[in-house]
């Protein structure tokens, strides 16, 4: 059986991106790793080299004990597995790829939103990136939803997605599309009317059908 190996930062993302693994990748085995001392490094911006470094640490000891490909859940530390992929022989790869291509190929004003400081201006730089080598322009706006993602780790989740849905209500008409940047933001919107659905983009399904299509070919 094969094995993908999902690095998390936090809790929220383990169980949905194992049942995505489950239910998109028959015959792959999702094993995860938590370290939940990332996204507190890098939301005060403290040690951000050493968190580098120990997040590829992380895909080297999964390669060596045998993963056929590595996925970062978090979006934050996305250019990580941008760089460990670049070192590594087997795949090593962010879960909200698909999504910023996605994105990029479906209008030229993109509003991105995230629950993290932090997860903004990675996910930004990552679409430009990819609308670069589309050869399109967009016009790419971010928005902090404030206190959501504290409410998440409280338990609150009810509140957590009442304060995404209130922000993004509030803009999605005036957008093309609307970037939920955090894996963890995935079921907040599933209550919006369809035009509204039409118009959003979230990481989960497409990455992990992204990493699917990957270790088909390996």
Known sequence: MKKLMIIHTTPATIQSLTDLV???????????????????????????????????TYASMWQAIGADAVLSACSTVGEFAEKADRQFPVPVLRIDEAMAEEAVKAGKKISVFATLRSTLDPTVDLIRRKAEAAGKSCTVTTNLVEGAYDQLMAGNKDEHNRRIREQVAAQIADTDVVVLAQAS?????????EWQMSKILTSPLSGIRHVRNVMKAI
């Not at 239910?23 to 968190?51: H, T």
């Not at 933001?185 to 009317?193: R, V």
Request: charged share 30%; net charge negative; proline share 2%.
């Open 22 to 56: 489950s239910q998109e990748m028959p015959g792959v085995e999702a094993v995860n790793i938590l370290d939940d001392s990332i996204l507190k490094d890098m939301v005060s911006g403290r040690n951000v080299e050493l968190v580098e470094k120990r997040w590829i």
């Open 185 to 193: 933001m995935a079921g907040a919107l599933e209550d919006f009317e």
